[in-house]
């Protein structure tokens, strides 16, 4: 007898989205690609508060259908137990430390760090896997076999691909989380969701008494256990034929798994009332939503400690206005690492302090923000960099040039040079006279916009030009022909 042959089709579905969301660098500009990435709960949380509601009622309707359907890291869960094929072991009473875990991501964001969500949130943890391992993996894959002589027909469709951005330590982390959890859920099918995600938690506060939910029929149960041992949270027991619906994940594993048809998905009868212990669990809920309502709109975060980055202040995209706003609502995702063409934007360890773990920025050792690009503000689920047409891109002031007057070559060795100048999009840096006709850098702030191309060309070491980054992002005073110095491709070495 077929059953329910729509889940599995709508699954492979959302996972190519969420596939293609990481991995094609243009991925996120596509309408229909930017859906997976924008029905997310803490990305929508920190783009705008009011969604939260939106969430418990969807739960309140239809149960954990994000965990179901929308959530990368569930899938990924699933689809891991599924290439196992172990037998589950039954029924296991929920814990609590899935309430604590919750209460701690909301004290932490009340206190000013997004830190424990992000080692926690699944579209950031998936996010980060698939940018810092999936794709430099396929893209050395395919460099590899673009080398390879072979023969016309398949040359055609291969070409050789900048290297993906990777940070070791992030990458390092992230594929020990990700390789932990998938032996963990061979084993144990759904464990994230069951006991550690603050999404699965916070949904469940509301499908406790969702309207749409697994049911049993009493008349058709032979109570064989199947469906108990398909559970992949373990939230079903056929001996007492319930459900605990705060933890069903809507999977529909034990519907497919009954011989006789015992269960099915159904709507709430009219008869069953509301019991306090649901009730005080969407009144928690409700609770939880309007303190995260008011953690986003009211909440500053902490800044980055002074041992993080020795170097000056982490340079943040431009559309992310300000350290501030930047550390508020980014959670990590690597969505903009992706989408960076120059390969300079890259997660980083402790840049931001503890309270922006894996939080990116920009490394102009990679390249330089190209002044023809706005791909990063165009990406974002969660506003931390907010869209910005490309002329309004080209004269916001992400850092601010420095001129190191004894590492410049023209001091140093006595030789011409102004490579700095020659790339600087908005002539910033620009040459003036020095000394037995050579010419030194100057660099006027006012149009300075902080993109890096002259800390990359710099043939100095250590870097005649660095930049610094502003804590608030400004607006560059316009020039009469922007864009003079030629823009080189980042990914092309300069000719030094």
Request: glycine fraction near 10%.
């Amino acid at each position: 007898m077929r059953k329910l042959r729509l889940r599995p089709l709508l699954v492979w579905g959302f996972m190519a989205g969420f596939f293609a969301l990481f991995l094609l660098r243009n991925g996120g500009t596509v309408p229909i690609l930017q859906f997976p990435a924008r029905i997310q709960v803490f990305p929508a949380l920190l783009r705008e508060g009011i969604t939260i509601f939106l969430f418990a009622g969807m739960a309140l309707l239809a149960g954990r259908f994000y965990c179901s359907l929308l959530c990368p890291l569930g899938l990924f869960q699933e689809a891991a137990h599924g290439l196992g094929k172990h037998r589950l072991a039954g029924y296991r009473r929920g814990t609590t430390l899935r309430y604590w875990i919750l209460a701690a991501t909301v004290i932490s964001m009340a206190g000013g760090t997004l830190g424990l969500l992000h080692l926690l949130d699944p579209f950031a943890n998936f996010g980060r896997g698939v940018t810092q391992i999936l794709r430099p993996v396929i893209v050395a894959a395919n460099n590899s076999l673009a080398t390879l002589p072979l023969p016309g027909g398949p040359s055609r469709f291969l070409h050789t691909l900048p290297p993906a951005p990777v940070t070791p330590l992030v990458a390092a982390a992230t594929g020990v989380f990700l390789a932990a959890l998938a032996a963990w859920s061979v084993f144990r099918g759904r464990p994230y969701c069951d006991g550690l995600c603050p999404v699965g938690t916070f949904l469940g506060l509301f499908s406790s008494h969702s309207l749409l939910r697994i049911r049993f029929d009493e008349n058709s149960c032979s109570n064989c256990g199947r469906c108990e041992t398909a559970c992949p949270v373990a939230c079903l027991s056929s001996l007492e034929r319930k459900i605990d619906y705060d933890r069903c994940v809507l999977c529909l594993s034990c519907i497919e798994a009954c011989p006789g048809g015992a269960l099915r998905l159904a709507v709430l009868p009219g008869k069953e009332g509301l019991q306090r212990r649901s009730f005080l669990r969407i009144a928690g809920g409700l609770g939880t939503a309007l303190g995260l309502t008011f953690v986003r709109r009211n909440v500053k975060p902490l800044g980055a400690s002074a041992s993080a980055e020795p170097t000056g202040p982490p340079i943040s995209p431009p559309g992310s206005r300000s350290h501030e706003n930047f550390s508020r609502k980014c959670i990590a995702c690597s969505a903009c690492v992706k989408a960076c063409p120059a390969g300079i934007i890259r997660p980083a360890l402790l840049a931001w302090g503890a309270s922006g773990l894996f939080q990116p920025r920009l490394d102009y050792d990679f390249g330089y923000c190209q002044f023809e690009c706005n791909s990063c503000t165009t990406v974002c689920p969660t506003g931390a960099i907010e869209p910005l047409s490309l002329k309004a891109k080209q004269r916001v002031q992400i850092g601010r040039a420095q001129f190191h007057r004894n590492a410049c070559i023209v001091v140093k060795n006595g030789t011409a040079c102004g490579a700095c100048a020659e790339h600087c999009p908005t002539q910033a840096a620009h040459m003036v006279p020095y000394r037995d006709g050579l010419t030194i850098p100057r660099v006027d702030p006012s149009v300075c916009i902080g993109c890096g191309a002259c800390h990359f060309a710099c043939p100095a070491s250590p870097k005649a030009m660095t930049v610094r980054g502003l804590p608030y992002h400004g607006t560059a005073r316009p020039v009469t022909a922007p864009g003079e110095g030629p823009i080189l491709d980042p990914l092309k070495e300069f000719p030094f």
